[in-house]
T-cell receptor
Framework: GAVVSQHPSWVICKSGTSVKIECRSL??????MFWYRQFPKQSLMLMAT?????????EQGVEKDKFLINHASLTLSTLTVTSAHPEDSSFYIC?????????????FGPGTRLTVT | GNSVTQMEGPVTLSEEAFLTINCTYT??????LFWYVQYPGEGLQLLLK?????DKGSNKGFEATYRKETTSFHLEKGSVQVSDSAVYFC?????????????FGTGTQLKVEL
């Protein structure tokens, strides 16, 4: 159980365009979803935390107008990278958290590789 | 604030060698501790966890013990295999807004050779 999917697994887009990444919890209700960014050979950097039905909380230094996060249901969150630039190329990973055995725990998606040309 | 420090890699071992990856943490309260593994091109998978002091998490031959007195959660495996080659992340959780916020270490790459 506790499977999280991401779509697409990889995407190439042109500079200036927007791209949407979906994160779905397949077999549980995710009250909270997290979006991370990972640079090559580096750790995960938390970008934002979103609770279903409310606005996302962004980490310091993350532009909320550039990285739009929507968490409209208990099974789906989306990250839209607006007006993408080559420096936005990265590996984006989501995770989902719901009440599991009385303990909150994050379950990670497989990641989305974004390349902006 | 919370922080996690883990040994830098890459760590290169021969198959069947003993593995230790050190992890120490700084946190307020009583966090849960985790080890995640990331295989090339994939997301993170939970390897093991411990939720209170002196707990031992174990999975697939890997073990780690939550040591509050030394604020450590070192990962060990008695005999590594080539298939264990991956990046290992130590992490701790702190509660925020209804969902645990994870703080990750920088990751340690493990390479196991025949």
């Amino acid at each position: 159980g506790a499977v999280v999917s991401q779509h697409p697994s990889w995407v190439i887009c042109k500079s200036g365009t927007s791209v949407k990444i979906e994160c779905r919890s397949l077999d549980f209700q995710a009250t909270t979803m997290f979006w991370y960014r990972q640079f090559p050979k580096q750790s995960l950097m938390l970008m934002a935390t979103s609770n279903e039905g409310s606005k996302a909380t962004y980490e310091q230094g993350v532009e909320k107008d550039k990285f739009l996060i929507n968490h409209a249901s208990l099974t789906l969150s989306t990250l839209t990278v607006t007006s993408a630039h080559p420096e936005d190329s990265s590996f984006y990973i989501c995770s989902a958290s719901g009440l599991t055995s009385g303990k909150n725990e994050q379950y990670f998606g497989p990641g989305t590789r974004l390349t902006v040309t | 604030g919370n922080s996690v420090t883990q040994m830098e890699g890459p760590v290169t071992l021969s198959e069947e060698a003993f593995l230790t990856i050190n992890c120490t943490y700084t946190a307020t309260g009583y966090p849960s501790l985790f080890w995640y593994v990331q295989y090339p091109g994939e997301g993170l998978q939970l390897l093991l966890k411990a939720t209170k002091a002196d707990d031992k998490g174990s999975n697939k031959g890997f073990e780690a013990t939550y040591r509050k007195e030394t604020t450590s959660f070192h990962l060990e495996k008695g005999s590594v295999q080539v298939s264990d080659s991956a990046v290992y992340f130590c992490a701790l959780s702190g509660i925020t807004g209804g969902g645990n916020k994870l703080t990750f270490g920088t990751g340690t790459q493990l390479k196991v050779e025949l």
